[in-house]
């Protein structure tokens, strides 16, 4: 292992670093990106392998993070000064370790029956806990638009909490062509249509969720099979008009798995 402590903004490692985490351009080209946490790093060891760089602050780490390290000896750490680190982890409260690794490519099944397509999701963190929900109930790929924030963001991947890195990802994509040439049934969550417990989801399904505050766009809503929503108490009060569109995902995947799992 090569050890090294860089106190320089002005470090070319150190700016490749602060490219990685700002900028999503960047990601694509070079093929990396940064995971914060003990949770998101040994969530790669067990799935990816060993990260390319280790990342951690000067001074104390957390007890969590000091462990991990035991088991990282092999791999080359750069040690950074408090506020350079801080620079570079999406959250207020670290752990006090980072890891430098690829972009994983997950291979898609050979048979896709249970999808999400994601259409221009702009915040980070709702992309995360979308993709953390999918691959909580059992969505075998999820689609990204050209319009969606980058699901391999820092704060994304904060988001997911490993999602990203079992959950078979295809972004850029057309929606109306993905729903098109989904071989089932398509249905866009909406604020108003069909209620979702109204239909049968044990079969092939693909849903469609669409962005935070435009929701589906009309050319996806005419290209899937139904638009569905959830029903609510209270519905037509303002603050309970329509659920964030991590949630109305939540309830409509963990109902596909209930129908799923029931045959």
């Given at each position: 292992?090569?050890?090294?402590?860089?106190?320089?903004?002005?470090?070319?490692?150190?700016?490749h670093?602060?490219?990685?985490?700002?900028?999503?351009?960047?990601r694509?080209?070079?093929?990396?990106?940064?995971?914060?946490?003990?949770?998101?790093?040994?969530?790669?060891?067990?799935?990816q392998?060993?990260?390319?760089?280790m990342?951690?602050?000067?001074?104390?780490?957390?007890?969590?993070?000091?462990?991990?390290?035991?088991?990282?000896?092999?791999?080359?750490?750069?040690m950074l000064?408090?506020?350079m680190?801080?620079d570079?982890?999406?959250?207020?409260?670290?752990?006090?370790?980072?890891?430098?690794?690829?972009?994983?490519?997950?291979?898609?099944?050979?048979i896709?029956?249970?999808?999400?397509?994601?259409?221009?999701?702009?915040?980070?963190?709702?992309?995360?806990?979308?993709l953390?929900?999918?691959?909580?109930?059992?969505?075998?790929?999820?689609?990204?638009?050209?319009?969606?924030?980058?699901?391999?963001s820092?704060?994304?991947?904060?988001?997911?909490?490993?999602?990203?890195?079992?959950?078979?990802?295809?972004?850029?994509?057309?929606?109306?062509?993905?729903a098109?040439?989904?071989?089932?049934?398509?249905?866009?969550?909406?604020m108003?249509?069909?209620?979702?417990?109204?239909?049968?989801?044990?079969?092939?399904?693909?849903?469609?969720?669409?962005?935070?505050?435009?929701?589906?766009?009309?050319?996806?809503?005419?290209?899937?099979?139904?638009?569905?929503?959830?029903?609510?108490?209270?519905?037509?009060?303002?603050?309970?008009?329509?659920?964030?569109?991590?949630?109305?995902?939540?309830?409509?995947?963990?109902?596909?798995?209930r129908?799923?799992?029931?045959?």
């Amino acid at each position: 292992m090569a050890f090294k402590h860089i106190t320089s903004r002005d470090n070319p490692v150190y700016k490749h670093l602060r490219k990685l985490a700002d900028n999503a351009r960047e990601r694509k080209s070079s093929g990396l990106t940064l995971l914060e946490g003990v949770h998101l790093i040994e969530g790669y060891l067990q799935t990816q392998g060993e990260p390319q760089l280790m990342i951690i602050p000067e001074g104390k780490s957390s007890l969590e993070a000091s462990n991990l390290m035991q088991h990282l000896v092999d791999v080359d750490t750069i040690m950074l000064p408090t506020l350079m680190f801080a620079d570079l982890t999406p959250v207020s409260s670290s752990s006090g370790i980072m890891a430098l690794v690829p972009v994983p490519e997950i291979a898609l099944p050979e048979i896709v029956n249970f999808a999400l397509l994601i259409e221009n999701i702009q915040d980070p963190g709702n992309l995360g806990s979308i993709l953390r929900t999918a691959a909580a109930a059992g969505v075998q790929a999820a689609y990204l638009t050209k319009g969606c924030t980058d699901a391999w963001s820092p704060k994304a991947l904060r988001g997911g909490q490993g999602a990203q890195l079992v959950l078979p990802l295809v972004e850029n994509v057309d929606a109306v062509e993905v729903a098109e040439q989904f071989a089932g049934k398509t249905l866009a969550l909406t604020m108003h249509g069909q209620s979702l417990y109204d239909q049968a989801l044990s079969g092939p399904v693909l849903f469609a969720v669409g962005n935070e505050g435009a929701g589906i766009s009309e050319a996806l809503q005419h290209a899937v099979n139904h638009c569905v929503s959830i029903p609510m108490a209270h519905q037509g009060v303002l603050a309970l008009e329509s659920l964030n569109a991590a949630a109305a995902t939540a309830v409509a995947l963990f109902e596909c798995q209930r129908q799923r799992l029931q045959g």
